[in-house]
């Protein structure tokens, strides 16, 4: 019976948000920071007596090991395993690959802000021939055809609920509780919907890397509060990091 417990987690650091690209659906690595992250928000999980019974990740390798670090500290490498590319990050069209902070310089504030956090203006198309294109890759056989040149929030949105609807929901009500291991802006989307917020004040919400952020549901998945992040001191400081990318 309620209240349901969710758990959201963006991996830890990963190559290129160390360096500081555009990632998207691009699969990079976890650094070794972000592999601390990971085990440290495993931990996080074991002291607060949060264990996942179940775990939905995307296909990137980078929310992939993320999952693995944090079960394995938290002593559950052993749950269930659901993965889809609708928990991807969103695709970052043609800036895959690009420099935040060159980006920033080259376009102006203005559009580098759109292109990150606006509700609806997704990036422009990558090319079916560029190095970082996912067109043709086996992992995603299955919406061949269908692989994103670009995503705006709105469109992550739309791909996302449905996976929410039909596989997240369902685990929620049977009590487990379950585990989301995903990224900056697949979360925001989780988290507009959750918490009802609106496309304008969606753009000032930034989700740090490698924290628990525990929310309560009720029985209609509605949250009781709003998500609480497990170290709130360093969630805070991480959400700042994020907010300034690009920034000098
Ligand atoms: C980052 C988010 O995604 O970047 O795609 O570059 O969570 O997979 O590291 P993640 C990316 P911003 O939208 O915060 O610039």
Redesign the pocket.
Known sequence: TAPYTLILL??GQ?E??KSN????W?DVRLTDQGKAEAQRGGELLKEAGLLPDILHTSL?S??IQTANIALDAADRLWVPVKRSWRLN??H?GAL?GKD?AQTLDEFGEEQFMLW??SFDVPPPDISDSDPYTQVGDVRYADIDGEVPRTESLKIVIDRLLPYWDAEIAPDLKTGKTVMVT??????RALVKHLDGISDEDIAEL??P?GIPLVYRLDENLVPLGPGEYLDPDAAAAGAAA?AS??KK
């Open positions: 963006r991996h990963s290129w948000n690209q555009f990632t998207g691009v990137l980078r929310a990050e969103r970052y895959q935040k990150r956090r995903a990224h900056g802006n697949s979360l930034n989700i890397t994020v990318q690009g």
